[in-house]
C-alpha cells in the first residue's frame, strides 16, 4: 500500500498551542522540539503529576484530564502528538483529530498521522526541513546532518539583511 505524499508547510505555534497527549517517553523529544517554536505546549499526561524528562518552561500539564477527556481539548489547536502506549486508543484519538481537521502525529505509527516531525536545519529566520514520510525517519537524519555542514550558520543574518533592504532591490 502505497503513502500518500505530504505537503510541506511550516505552522505557526504561537498563537495556538500544540497538545500533546501521553506519557510515553518517546514524547520527551518532541515536547523538546516543539518547545523550541512554541512558547506554550499543552500536556494531558493521564496522570497527576508531568512525567520524567518531559519538564520545560513553555508545558502546561493539564492536569485531572484522562486520555479519552483530552478530546476536548482538540478544537482550534495548530496540532497534536499523541503516544500513549495503547494502540487502539491511539488510533481512536487520532482518527477524532482527523475528524475535525487538527493535523496528528502518533510516532513510529504512520498510518494514525496526518503530518510528521521533520529532522530541522534552523538557521532562524531560514529553516528547512526533510522528511521521508515516516519511512525512514534515520535517512532523514543523516541529510539534515549533511545539509546542517554545507549550510553555513550566518545564512539567518543574511536572510533578515535581505529582507531589510528588500524595498531597494525592488
Known sequence: VAMARHFPIFID??????LVVGSDPALAAKIRLLAEYAPQ???VSGVDHVPAGFKHPGLRHMRGLS??????????????VIKTGDKVLEETLSIQ???IGVPVNVPDEPALCSFYLGSIVDR????LAV??????????QRLRAKIE?????????????LDRIRRRLR
Open 131 to 140: 522528511s521521508t514520510g515516516g519511512y525512514a525517519p534515520v535517512l532523514a
Open 124 to 127: 532562524d529566520p531560514v529553516i
Open 13 to 18: 505555534l504561537v498563537g495556538s498551542p500544540p
Open 149 to 161: 555542514d554545507w549550510l553555513p550558520v550566518g545564512y539567518g543574518r543574511i536572510a533578515t539583511y
Open 97 to 99: 483529530a482527523r475528524q
Open 67 to 80: 486520555y479519552e477527556q483530552a478530546v476536548g481539548e482538540y478544537r482550534g489547536r495548530s496540532l497534536i
Open 41 to 43: 505546549i499543552d500536556l
